[in-house]
């Protein structure tokens, strides 16, 4: 029997890479604080494999946060469409290094970077 991946083991995989990129924590230092292999850190965080409860707590314990942080917040029990949104965003190289950047910016200088980037985008 195949295995099916979830919507929500992905979704929870998504804000593991989210806090561990945030952290500067590479996959292999995760697997390490975990007792795991840095390809089961790439599983997990893919939704190709499930995070077991206690494996959660571990890497939720490595990454210094409490375990809820890997689930929807939202009433109905659905992922968020909007934080799966800012997953996808965080997770591309870079994105929280400008963006720690960014906050560090006065009011001024970013409104310009922000006119930069709109521009840039427009251009291609």
């Known amino acids: 029997m195949a295995k099916r991946v979830l919507e929500a083991d992905v979704e929870i995989g998504h804000r593991i890479r989210v806090q561990r ?3 500067g924590m590479s996959q292999t230092e995760l697997a390490n604080a975990c007792g795991v292999t840095f390809q089961q ?6 939704g190709a494999n499930r995070v077991g409860g206690s494996r959660l707590q571990r890497i939720a314990d490595a990454l210094g946060v409490a375990p809820a942080l890997f689930f929807s917040t939202s009433e109905a029990g659905q ?3 909007l934080s799966s949104e800012i997953a996808d965003l965080l997770i ?3 994105a929280i ?3 720690r950047n960014y906050a560090k910016l006065p ?16 251009e291609n």
């Open 21 to 23: 990129l945030a952290n």
């Open 41 to 46: 850190i790439q599983k997990y965080e893919k």
């Open 79 to 81: 992922n968020s469409v």
């Open 92 to 94: 591309n190289p870079g």
């Open 97 to 99: 290094h400008l963006l």
């Open 107 to 122: 009011p001024q200088q970013r409104s310009a970077l922000l006119q930069t980037t709109a521009a840039m985008v427009d």
